[in-house]
């Protein structure tokens, strides 16, 4: 397994790297200041990654064009402390890297310098890259550079170092009040892609930036996880939350939830519904988790 290499890893990035011809090396990753090889994606050979200096977030590493560009933070300076960046360092074969350089900061239309770029996390996607940008919101505090909110953006790349905002720079993931991901959304990783959907796993947290823990892992579709929280939780008359099965906020964990789990099914949660479950199979589903109630009991706290 992975173990530290004389500092904190931060959000390890893997990659299945089958070109490579020696088979310890199928497998890579790369975080904090560390670069790692494996064969069977379990046990790691650590090795130190200087290029990325202080990079104490999350990075993100793909190989694209010919060669590995890895994702990691970059920081300059403001009256409230360290202005954060992302940067890019390259490297042909996963051993010697270029020294980092900012390749985004925010600007005045994102209210730099009150709202900076957190981390960056790159998946390529046909003839291009997709960028999830996290981004910390800062409250307007004078000597605040840590209590904010968070919540990610998309960007879009042809070379990996030129980048181009998308949507009108809407946001794209953002935390749900009252939810297991109230306080902060943070995309600590690529998308997957299978079976031509993609899945989105991210942190999450109850709490604020710089007000408390650094959270859970979750993902953003509604399935079995959600009918096992409406079942532990069920008939539940008052004082249920979004993390405990009430989805229509009024407090009870009833009907009406079951009908919006329903009319949900596998859909990104805040986003567009997929295949509906016929009322039997719902009702059947909710059965088999209202009979192992406690074996799902752990499914109803997020807090972290």
Same mark, same amino acid.
């Given at each position: ?49 200087? #290029?990325? =200096? ?20 970059? @920081? +300059? $300076? ?8 992302? #940067?890019?360092?390259? $490297? ?67 070379? %990996?170092?030129?980048? @181009? ?9 953002? /935390? ?5 991901? @109230? ?13 031509? @959907? ?21 993902? =953003? ?23 405990? +099965?009430?989805?229509? %906020? ?20 805040? +986003? ?6 016929? /009322?039997?199979?719902? #009702? ?21």
């Amino acid at each position: 397994m992975i173990e530290t290499y004389g500092t904190v890893i931060f959000d390890e990035d893997v990659i299945k790297d089958p070109q490579d011809p020696d088979p310890n090396r199928r497998y890579k990753g790369l975080g904090g200041d560390i670069v790692a090889f494996s064969p069977d994606g379990i046990n790691w050979d650590m090795q130190p990654f200087p #290029a990325a =200096g202080k990079n104490d977030t999350s990075s993100s590493v793909v190989f694209w064009q010919g060669e590995y560009l890895a994702y990691v933070r970059n @920081q +300059g $300076s403001w009256e409230n402390g360290v202005m954060r960046k992302v #940067a890019l360092s390259t $490297s042909t074969d996963f051993n010697s890297w270029t020294p980092k350089e900012t390749i985004f900061t925010t600007d005045a239309e994102d209210g730099n310098p009150w709202t900076q770029p957190y981390a960056l996390g790159v998946t390529p996607y046909g003839d291009q890259l997709i960028g999830i940008l996290w981004l910390l919101h800062l409250d307007e505090i004078p000597g605040n550079n840590g209590l904010g909110d968070m919540d990610v953006q998309l960007m879009t790349s042809r070379d %990996g170092r030129d980048w @181009q905002r998308v949507a009108g720079r809407d946001v794209f993931l953002e /935390p749900t009040p009252g939810a297991w991901d @109230q306080g902060r959304i943070m995309v600590s990783t690529t998308m997957l892609l299978r079976d031509d @959907q993609v899945y989105i796993y991210y942190t999450s947290s109850e709490t604020r930036h710089g007000s408390g823990s650094w959270g859970t892992l979750g993902i =953003g579709l509604v399935d079995e996880t959600d009918a096992a929280i409406l079942a532990s939780n069920w008939q539940t008359l008052t004082g249920a939350t979004w993390a405990r +099965g009430d989805f229509n %906020g009024d407090g009870a964990v009833d009907d009406i939830d079951a009908t919006i789990l329903a009319g949900n099914w596998q859909a990104g949660r805040g +986003g567009t519904s997929g295949t509906v479950p016929e /009322p039997t199979i719902l #009702a059947g589903l909710l059965g088999l988790c209202l009979n192992c109630l406690y074996t799902y009991r752990f499914f109803t706290e997020f807090s972290g």
